[in-house]
């Protein structure tokens, strides 16, 4: 079965903090994993995907197979990092069903 | 060039009835697909549509449904509505290819009383 797990509801922490979002899988498979964001009043927004191995607004995820672990993490947070931050795996070839997490909202504050 | 939009943005139903929702997809975009996200859950996957014929069903009873239209606009039709339907429901579009990126609407929020 495809899941996908992150274990905590919230995350708080105070500016310049490192931050780390955790995000568990399980796939039968070899599967495309992402971390997709949602700020205060706006649309669910792509932040990083696996395959492309980039640094975006400073965040960072490292696939790790042998865990089945895509944890996403930043050395300092921003107040502007707090989000509603989605896991979220695809499968298939050819198309992109995507299984998401229920979520982790981060709360950086001053 | 625009993106993804939802119509209506909210709206209540009572439980029993139809509803339609609408989705216009991002510019240049063939594929459509359709999320619902319950208080406090995920988006999860309800189906999606390429070329105007659904490609890939997530676990939705058939009162679930949908078209694409031409224009690669999309529709989600929910007959026969439950208490348990209400949630935002989600559309994105994509170019097409496995790889290519969804880009989100901002979802419609269905209350059903």
């Known amino acids: 079965a495809q899941r996908v797990t992150q274990p905590e509801k919230l995350l708080s922490v105070f500016k310049g903090a490192p931050v780390e979002l955790k995000c568990n899988y399980s796939?039968?498979?070899?599967?495309?994993l992402f971390w997709y964001v949602q700020y205060s009043r706006q649309r669910l927004q792509l932040l990083l995907r696996?395959?492309s191995r980039e640094s975006i607004k400073g965040f960072t995820a490292d696939l790790n197979k042998g865990e089945t672990s895509f944890h996403l993490k930043k050395p300092f947070a921003q107040e502007e990092d707090s989000a509603m931050y989605y896991c979220?795996?695809?499968?298939?070839?050819?198309?992109?069903?995507?299984?998401f997490g229920t979520g982790t909202r981060l709360l950086v504050s001053p | 060039e625009t993106g993804v939009t939802q119509s209506p943005t909210h709206l209540i139903k009572t439980r029993g009835q139809q509803v339609t929702l609408r989705c216009s997809s991002q510019?240049?975009?063939?594929?459509v697909s359709w999320y619902q996200q319950a208080l406090g859950q995920g988006p999860q996957f309800i189906f999606q549509?390429?070329?105007?014929?659904?490609?890939g069903r997530g676990n939705f009873p058939p009162r679930f449904s949908g078209l694409q239209f031409p224009n690669y606009s999309s529709e989600l039709n929910v007959n026969a509505l439950e208490l348990d339907d209400s949630a935002l429901y989600l559309c994105?579009?994509?170019?097409?290819?496995?790889?290519?990126?969804?880009?989100f609407g901002p979802g419609t929020r269905l209350t059903v009383l």
């Open positions: 994105a579009s994509r170019e097409g290819g496995s790889s290519d990126e969804q880009f």
């Open positions: 796939y039968s498979g070899s599967p495309e």
């Open positions: 696996h395959i």
């Open positions: 979220a795996l695809s499968g298939a070839t050819g198309f992109q069903k995507l299984v």
């Open positions: 510019s240049g975009h063939n594929t």
């Open positions: 549509y390429y070329r105007e014929e659904e490609n």
